[in-house]
């Protein structure tokens, strides 16, 4: 009898999964691949949320989280955007990704299609392909200045059946950001058209040039098909914790009750003390951070400029740094020998989709001491490297 879906079993790991594999078996690799610091989660955040547990915070809690973590979302949105953000508009969700399943639930039914900008997240594309969306990508374009949008070949790849478009602003693993008149375009088109927008905004206060990155929150009505979903895990160096939130339209509140009940029931009540102590008391920690992640970016870009053979695409945003080797195709062979020969590990750029392909992504929310030890290790390794 076969009992797994047969596009389940189709489904390949993530190119990324492929190489950190091969590091858990190579000493001494620095591993830049995956999308996290190097720092433990504040000790501010962890101590409300020990207090909790240790109070006796261990049973079930609301499916949309407790209602002092709301209202604390409620409050941010309030501090960062200037938008009322109303209760039942707010669930607290078992990490960014659940939350990106919840709605690819909730919208896409069988056949249905989805458009996602791309470079992206793998784990984006396959979430949609689970609920059996058809995902047509959409590229980024990189050049001298960074990347762009082409909003017409956006709207162009929408077609009869497409019901979501997907991006991520500030975007893993770009840093490309949507500024305000497409956010509009792109509002309006999904407003005539009857499209859902799903906005990643998980890297929003990651960025460089301001104080924090535009949201489709500040121009969507309540009404608007317009899904945001973040996650603490970023800003507040809480990946670990696997807490995200998701913001809907109003009137679905019943609708993400059920599917929540149905997937996790909710999440652990302790742990969302430490949640309301990041966005309560957490500004001073998340400016610290984007300095340091803006230190990581000058120290990676600059050294990457400074090898012959390599080209950076420039980012405002989100703590990632994308480039390309002349003479490389593969990317994912050229991560696999970096792994082995430089010791220093990457992501594969076939892993993001369209418009990465000859691209190699590097986390650089890394110590300084650490990122300049990996680009004296990848120096060489570029310099030299030929594909077989």
């Not at 909790?52 to 501090?79: D, H, K, W």
């Not at 939350?99 to 784990?123: R, Y």
């Not at 400074?306 to 945003?317: D, E, G, T």
Request: proline share 6%; hydrophobic share 45%; charged share 20%.
């Amino acid at each position: 009898m076969h009992v797994i879906r047969r596009a389940i079993e189709a489904m390949e790991d993530s190119p990324i999964i492929e190489v950190w594999r091969m590091g858990f078996s190579t000493p001494d690799v620095i591993g830049l691949w995956a999308g996290e610091p190097d720092l433990p989660t504040p000790q501010f955040i962890c101590e409300p949320a020990m207090t909790a547990l240790f109070a006796g915070e261990t049973f079930y809690s609301q499916n949309r989280g407790i209602p002092p973590l709301r209202a604390a979302l409620a409050g941010y949105l309030r501090r960062l955007y200037r938008v009322e953000v109303t209760d039942e508009r707010i669930a607290m969700t078992s990490s960014g990704m659940n939350a990106v399943t919840l709605v690819a639930q909730a919208v896409i039914e069988p056949g249905d299609a989805a458009v996602v900008v791309t470079p992206s997240w793998p784990n984006i594309v396959r979430a949609l392909a689970v609920v059996g969306a058809r995902v047509d990508e959409v590229a980024l374009i990189a050049g001298p200045a960074g990347w762009r949008l082409d909003l017409d070949r956006l709207f162009a790849a929408c077609r009869a059946r497409t019901k979501l478009i997907y991006f991520a602003s500030p975007a893993n693993p770009t840093g490309w950001m949507l500024e305000p008149p497409q956010a509009q375009d792109l509002l309006d088109f999904a407003r005539q058209n009857g499209i859902a927008i799903l906005a990643d905004e998980v890297y929003h206060r990651l960025v460089y040039d301001r104080p924090v990155a535009v949201s489709m929150l500040e121009i969507a009505r309540q009404d608007d098909p317009v899904f945001i979903v973040n996650s603490f895990s970023k800003s507040w160096a809480m990946t670990g914790w696997r807490m995200g939130w998701l913001i809907y339209p109003a009137g679905c509140s019943d609708a993400f009750e059920k599917l929540i009940q149905f997937s996790t029931s909710g999440g652990q009540a302790f742990l969302q003390h430490g949640a309301i102590a990041a966005l309560r008391d957490g500004e001073p920690f998340v400016r610290h951070f984007v300095a340091r992640c803006r230190a990581g970016r000058d120290i990676v870009n600059a050294r990457l400029a400074a090898m012959p053979r390599a080209r950076v695409v420039p980012n405002r945003a989100s703590f990632y740094s994308m480039f390309e080797v002349e003479g490389m195709a593969d990317t994912l062979q050229f991560c696999k020998r970096a792994v082995t020969r430089a010791k220093v590990g990457m992501a594969p750029g076939i892993a993001f989709g369209k418009g990465a392909e000859r691209l190699v992504r590097i986390c650089y929310a890394k110590s300084p001491e650490l990122l300049h030890a990996a680009m004296d290790r990848l120096a060489p390794f570029v310099a030299d490297y030929r594909e077989a």
